[in-house]
C-alpha cells in the first residue's frame, strides 16, 4: 500500500481494536511498530504475530494518563519516532449522573485528553529535537459528536418522577 521502510511509529491503545489494526498494517508496509497500552499480555500476543509475518515490533507498556510516565519511558525508546497514533481511548461505561459519575467522568477526560496531550507533547518534542517530519494522528470516537447532545438532552429533560 505505501513504503514506511525506516520508519518508526508509536501506536497507543495498541492492544485491540483500532490500534491492534493499526500496528499490523504499519508493520505489514516496512514500519518498526512500537506497540503501546496497558495490557502488556495482548501487546506481547500482537507483537508475535508481527514478527511471525515477518515485521518488526516491541512492546511498550504504557498508562497515557501519567505524564511522568510517558515523559520517561517514551525517552528510552532506542529510536526516535516518526509517526505517533494516539489511539488510546475509553467510552462511557454509564451516565456520568449517577453516583460515581465524576469519578467516571475525569477517567475519560484524564485518557482522552490528558493522555493524548501528555504523548503528543513527549513525541513532538523528540521530533523536533531530531528534525523529524513526521505524522502524528489523534484518533477520536463519534462518541465526541454524540455524547455532548445526550448530556444537553439529559439536563433539559430529567427521568420523569414516578407517579406511584
Known amino acids: 500500500m505505501f513504503n514506511l521502510s525506516g520508519k518508526t511509529a508509536l501506536v497507543t491503545g495498541a492492544s485491540s481494536g483500532l490500534g491492534w489494526n493499526f500496528c499490523q498494517t504499519l508493520a505489514k508496509n516496512g514500519a518498526h511498530v512500537i506497540a503501546a497500552a496497558r ?34 519511558q517514551i525517552l528510552a525508546l532506542a529510536k526516535p519516532i516518526d509517526i505517533l ?11 456520568i449522573f449517577e453516583d460515581d459519575g465524576q469519578n467516571i467522568f475525569e477517567n475519560i477526560m484524564q485518557t482522552n485528553l490528558m493522555g493524548t496531550w501528555y504523548v503528543t507533547k513527549v513525541v513532538a518534542n523528540i521530533m523536533k529535537n531530531h528534525k523529524i517530519e513526521g505524522s502524528i494522528i489523534n484518533i477520536g470516537s463519534i462518541n465526541g459528536d454524540v455524547i455532548p447532545y445526550i448530556l444537553v438532552l439529559a439536563t433539559m429533560h430529567p427521568k420523569p418522577q414516578s407517579c406511584i
Open 39 to 72: 495490557r502488556a499480555e495482548k501487546l506481547e500476543e500482537l507483537v508475535n504475530i508481527i514478527k511471525q509475518e515477518g515485521g518488526s515490533a516491541e512492546i511498550l507498556e504504557l498508562d497515557v494518563c501519567n505524564f511522568e510516565c510517558v515523559k520517561k
Open 85 to 95: 497514533i494516539n489511539n488510546a481511548g475509553i467510552a462511557l461505561e454509564t451516565s
